[in-house]
């Protein structure tokens, strides 16, 4: 069982995706409810990582053309040490 809360829902599947998850789940030792949950989180950090490349694309354009953007880029490390000692 997931160590963080769970919620029971109850989902209608086609016999195809009913018989695939039985396969996996015997091959893999795994419950059918883990399989789902896995598939659910790689949904959702793919659907993450679009939208994140997609913003990515949108501010490149912007970055190789303003240069304010980019004139902090030659600082050297030391500048951000911590000073308050």
């Known amino acids: 069982m997931p160590k963080h809360k769970v919620q029971r829902v109850q989902i209608l599947l086609e016999p195809r995706q009913q018989a695939y998850l039985a396969r996996v789940s015997k091959k893999s030792g795994r419950s059918i409810s883990a399989l789902l ?17 997609r913003a990515a694309r949108e501010l490149q354009g912007i970055y190789q053309t303003d240069n304010e953007l980019n004139a902090f880029s030659s ?7 911590d000073r308050s000692e």
């Open 75 to 81: 600082l050297d490390a030391a500048d951000w040490e």
């Open 37 to 53: 949950r896995e598939l659910v989180d790689e949904k959702m950090n793919a659907s993450s990582d679009a939208s994140l490349m």
